[in-house]
């Protein structure tokens, strides 16, 4: 076996699992946010958006199977946890975001004189009728469409970014700002690819010992190689859309999310490329639901009577619902979801790639983490004066990572404490 070939073939795989939508809509976003302050909120960005995805297919070098991946907290626990998980990287949010954006960013461009309602619960109710075409008839045409998309969608973003970069697009405006880096790493939140890297991994680990690679250090390694591969791919094209939404930070007026890669699409390519940007993406969009929609369908028909055509049918139904309220609305949804899982999910990836054994330290950063990250929830986002006084008296917890210090701590004491206690 070519090892070089097989981790150049791994690194690609990687990248274009990773690589959709929501990896092209919100780097823009961080751009204009941060005008000339992109770079440090960039930074934080790539922490969430690339390294711990990452991370998190290593991490499944040392459990091999979802059922084992927050056991050591207890199985109620992991199956609660992965419940969770696939629910928000299905239906609830990811699923129906693909929706919204290929209406925002495909349909509607194309359909402007139209009403906008009746053109977008329309094209909601044909996008996941689709979806549940190919889903249930486990149609190749996805594979067809990964496999010439992604290269077209590439071509499409180095176009973008070359005469972006050596255009007037116009200059970063300056902003102070407090908690920049902060911003970009919970902003990384958006893309659920740490949460999906979670899924993945069970995926690529199969894929290699399907392949005869047994050890979890070789499978390390090959896995290694291939997170560079894909981090390069995936950072690059993050840094340079942040670089161009920071560009038009000074002329970009429009609040939502998929307008700031539309606008700069456009800025760029003309409005025929803004055209061809839009059905890329929509076509990319398609391909992730698909394979969203089978996941959730074939997760919880393992863990309920229901069948994998039932729960397919159920999960379409309600994204496509979802979907009408537009990209914007679900990513407000979203955030104070986001905002419990993701600390959660760094810890158990953390844990599991280090290869904590203590289910004393184990359980006690896992609850911890969780414990923090509701009342900081409560108090960031919901704006409840005791718990945001409360976060306040942590340590970091005026930069979003309240969790941070109490996991450590406690993880550390609950480690030395289990230790003496064994002796």
Known sequence: MNKRKEVLVLGFALFAMFFGAGNLIFPPSV???????????????????????????????????????????????????????????????????????????????????????????????????????????????????????????????????????TGDLGTPVHKVESGMFAFGFIQGYQTMDALASVLFGVVIVKGLKGKGIEDSHEQSGYLTGAG????????????????????????????????????????????????????????ACLTTSVGLVALTSDWFSRITPFSYKTIAVVTCVFSSV?????????????????????????VLILFNVFGLENELAYKAGVYITLLISIVETLGVTFKIGAFTNAVQLIPLGKDGFAWLVPCVIVTAVAFAFSRKATK
């Open 322 to 346: 979802m979907a009408i309220g537009g990209v914007d609305f679900i990513i407000q949804l979203s955030v104070p979801v986001l905002c419990i899982l993701y600390p959660i999910t760094i």
């Open 228 to 283: 560079v591969i894909a981090a390069i791919g995936l950072g690059l094209i993050y840094f340079s859309l942040m670089y161009l939404g920071a560009r038009i930070s000074g002329v970009e007026n429009s609040a939502a999310t998929t307008a700031s890669a539309l606008y700069i699409a456009e800025a760029t390519l003309g409005s025929i490329g803004k055209m061809a940007f839009g059905i890329c993406v929509a076509a």
């Open 31 to 165: 751009g204009i946010n941060m005008g000339d302050n992109w770079l440090l909120a960039g930074l934080g960005f790539l922490l969430t958006g690339v390294g711990l995805p990452l991370l998190g297919v290593l991490a499944f070098t040392k459990v091999g199977e979802l059922e084992n991946f927050s056991t050591k907290v207890s199985k109620f626990f992991n199956n609660a946890y992965c419940s969770v998980l696939v629910l928000v990287i299905g239906p609830l949010f990811a699923i129906p975001r693909n929706g919204s954006t290929t209406i925002e960013m495909g349909v509607l461009p194309a359909l402007s004189n139209m009403d906008k309602f009746t053109v977008t619960v329309v094209s909601s109710v044909i996008f996941f009728a689709v979806t549940l075409l190919l889903v249930i008839k486990e149609s190749k045409i996805t594979d067809i469409i990964g496999k010439f998309l992604t290269p077209i969608i590439l071509v499409i973003l180095l176009a973008i970014t070359v005469l972006g970069v």
